[in-house]
């Protein structure tokens, strides 16, 4: 059954339309996205947008492990954007979808076709005026799950 992002556990009130990919890294049997993720009302860790900020973005990563396959095609189409900050920009991710345990991806930075069990999610807290609040704040962490299935 394909499934869109929205439909994953902890993707509920996220916009990866909307947000901004910042990194895309793999490495032998993982497949990380580093993002500025776009949250919207509904989410667990939504709040009023930081300063300079026009909506509640946080730093987020998705991480896809253990990736048994992996396909990336038409990287390098794009350069990356750079913000007034000098913070790289890759685009945002298009589209995410799920077909038991076979994700594709596309944004900018191409198209990625992985198989993988345990996509995860999580976000880095946002930051409050007493630090000791934060330091009781863990990142939040999603488990996509992932059934076994079919290949590509």
């Not at 556990?9 to 990194?23: H, Q, R």
């Not at 990356?80 to 799920?98: K, N, Q």
């Not at 930075?109 to 976000?123: A, E, F, Q, Y």
Request: proline share 10%; net charge negative; charged share 20%.
């Amino acid at each position: 059954m394909r499934d869109n992002y929205t439909n994953l556990p902890g993707f509920e009130y996220a916009s990866l339309e909307g947000s901004y990919v910042l990194d895309i890294t793999v490495r032998p049997a993982v497949l990380s996205l580093q993002l500025d993720l776009l949250l919207l009302p509904g989410h667990p860790s939504y709040g009023a947008p930081l300063p300079g900020d026009r909506a509640c973005f946080r730093q987020a990563t998705i991480v896809f492990s253990p990736v048994q396959e992996l396909h990336w095609t038409g990287q390098g189409v794009v350069k990356p954007a750079i913000d007034a900050s000098g913070t790289l920009d890759f685009g945002s991710v298009d589209s995410l979808t799920r077909d038991e345990d076979n994700y594709r991806l596309l944004g900018d930075w191409g198209t990625i076709l992985l198989k993988s069990s345990t996509p995860s999610l999580s976000i880095v807290p946002s930051p409050s005026p007493d630090p000791d609040k934060d330091a009781q704040q863990p990142a939040a962490i999603v488990d996509l799950g992932g059934a076994g299935g079919s290949p590509f």
